[in-house]
Nanobody
Framework: QVQLVESGGGLIQAGGSLRLSCAAS????????TAWYRRPPGELKQFVAG??????HYKDSVKGRFTISRDDAKNAIYLQMDNLQPEDTAVYYC??????????????WGQGTQVTVSS
C-alpha cells in the first residue's frame, strides 16, 4: 500500500514562505516522476511543480518563487514556497507515479494540505 502524506500548510501573510513536505511509504520515490499540484478555491486542480526524468518543471506563475526537491534518504519530496501571494491560496497535493516512465498521469496522491495566503 503506497501512501503519500503532506504536511506544512497553513495561514501566512503575503510575501512569506512555507515549506511543504510529502512523506512516502510503500514505494521509493527516487526512480519515479513526482509532482505538486494545487486546487485553488472554485478551480480545477493544476500542476505546480514536478521532478520528471531528473529535471524540475514549474508552472509559469511560480517560477523563481517555488522550488521542488527530493530527499532520497527520507523518501520524501518538498515544495519550498517563497514570496507567497494570495493567488497561491489552494489545497496542495503531492503526487507520484508507479513507474519511471512519465505518462502525464500520476498514480498516487496525498490527501492535501491547505495553504492560505492573506493580503
Amino acid at each position: 500500500q503506497v501512501q503519500l502524506v503532506e504536511s506544512g500548510g497553513g495561514l501566512i501573510q503575503a510575501g512569506g514562505s512555507l515549506r511543504l513536505s510529502c512523506a512516502a511509504s510503500g514505494r521509493t520515490l527516487n526512480d519515479v516522476p513526482t509532482a505538486w499540484y494545487r486546487r485553488p478555491p472554485g478551480e480545477l486542480k493544476q500542476f505546480v511543480a514536478g521532478l520528471i526524468n531528473g529535471n524540475a518543471h514549474y508552472k509559469d506563475s511560480v517560477k523563481g518563487r517555488f522550488t521542488i526537491s527530493r530527499d532520497d534518504a527520507k523518501n520524501a519530496i518538498y515544495l519550498q514556497m517563497d514570496n507567497l501571494q494570495p493567488e497561491d491560496t489552494a489545497v496542495y497535493y503531492c503526487a507520484a507515479n508507479d513507474r519511471p516512465t512519465y505518462t502525464g498521469v500520476f498514480t498516487y496522491w496525498g490527501q492535501g494540505t491547505q495553504v492560505t495566503v492573506s493580503s
